[in-house]
């Protein structure tokens, strides 16, 4: 679709908002001249428009900036029921959502999703750019090229050409990606940590997602399961934390402690509202029951997460997790049992953010998937 000249130019602006054709020669080497040529085709594409002026020492700057709907990108979020469908424009902002009742066999669900597209860009409401690409977001793991999926207990689907059926049925470019991974996209095109070239994201849901940028590029291991830690055992006090047996045939993984799922049913077996809201609460006013099931919790969280920035030494460490959760009891409890496990390091620690789980954020990291197809043409 572009030029390698002028992903470099993309890939440059996507990165820092904005920038002046004399910053865009500087970062990507390209002459004046040729940055001049190829940001009038972008511009008369409608990928680029020309924004503020910034002055300074001799002549105003113009920024170039990327145009919104200049193209839109479908993120699909097959990782809880009902699937979430997502359509975004080239800023990464939500423009129509729509869900569906998430199938068991692929067939039906795949064919379903793409029926479903004209509805979903329907509801955009204004107008759009056209779909340039479709990203999956599924718990299981994913082939290197991102086309199958190898493995999924969630969905019980094993080696299924994802991207190989859809272009039986649509002519739009797929990728699929593990949830997580999927996540740790969009924070780096779109979020905070678009500027970090080496951080970690960790999602606390009903499983735990953990995915790591590092050297500005997906750390996805030999068979795309980097960063799994939902399966880790936790060890606290001389044991294995409950040595909870665990859906995947192990016992006291960090799954059976510390997801929502696991403080729900630690609650409900000591009488206390499983409402992680409530719970929460509970804690807060000093209860002690719900301030042992918080503190066992994100204690084994916190020991994962001391041991993930031991191994990648990641710059930061965004954890996601429930709006109820990251209050000062849960949240604090972290952030104290990783500073308690990490080594002192003599530039300092691992900045560690705690952010709300977004309902939309796996299909948002989905369509950011396509949408860094788009811009870069080849994986970070």
């Known amino acids: 679709m572009f030029t390698p000249a002028q992903y470099q130019i993309l890939t440059a602006i996507s990165r820092s908002g904005t920038m002046s054709r004399t910053d865009l020669a500087g970062v990507t080497g390209l002459s004046k001249a040729s940055i001049s040529m190829l940001t009038k085709e972008l511009i008369g594409r409608g990928i680029l428009g020309e924004r503020e002026l910034v002055f300074g020492q001799g002549r105003p700057s113009v ?38 009742p998430r199938r068991r066999g692929h067939e039906q669900c795949l064919t379903e999703l793409v029926e479903a597209l004209p509805t979903l860009l329907s ?17 299981g793991f994913v082939s290197r090229d991102r086309t199958t999926c190898l493995y999924s207990t969630a969905l019980g689907w094993s080696n299924v050409d994802i991207v190989g059926y859809l272009a039986t049925l649509c002519d739009i470019p797929a990728y699929i990606e593990n949830d997580a991974n999927a996540l740790i996209l969009g924070e780096q095109l779109f979020g905070i940590m678009r500027d970090c070239p080496d951080f970690s994201m960790i999602a606390v849901g009903d499983g735990i997602g953990c995915a790591h940028i590092v050297d500005g590029r997906l750390h996805r291991g030999h068979n795309g399961g980097a960063g799994e830690i939902s399966h880790a055992p936790v060890v606290l006090d001389g044991g294995t934390i409950g040595a909870l047996p665990c859906r995947c045939g192990k016992r006291g993984c960090l799954e ?90 003599p530039d300092g620690q691992a900045t560690l953010y705690l952010r709300d789980a977004q309902k939309d954020g796996f299909a948002s990291g989905a369509a950011s998937l396509a949408a860094q197809q788009f811009l870069f043409g080849l994986d970070r």
């Open 256 to 345: 059976t402690v510390a997801t929502l799922q696991a403080i729900r049913a630690a609650a409900r077996q000591a009488g206390l509202p499983s409402d992680i809201a409530e719970l929460a609460q509970m804690a807060q006013t000093g209860r002690p029951e719900a301030l042992a099931i918080l503190h066992r919790a994100a204690s084994a969280l916190g020991i994962a997460i001391a041991q993930l920035i031991q191994m990648f030494d990641p710059s930061h460490v965004v954890i996601m997790l429930d709006t109820a959760l990251k209050g000062e009891v849960f949240g604090a409890m972290v952030q104290q049992t990783v500073e308690a496990h990490v080594m002192r390091r």
């Open 123 to 139: 509801r955009a409401g204004q107008p759009v750019g056209p779909i340039s690409g479709i990203g999956i977001a599924l718990p």
């Open 63 to 100: 920024l170039l900036g990327l145009e919104a709907n200049a193209a839109s990108f479908v993120g699909i979020s097959l990782q809880a029921d009902p699937t979430i469908l997502l359509l975004t424009d080239l800023h990464g902002a939500p423009r129509a959502r729509m869900e569906l």
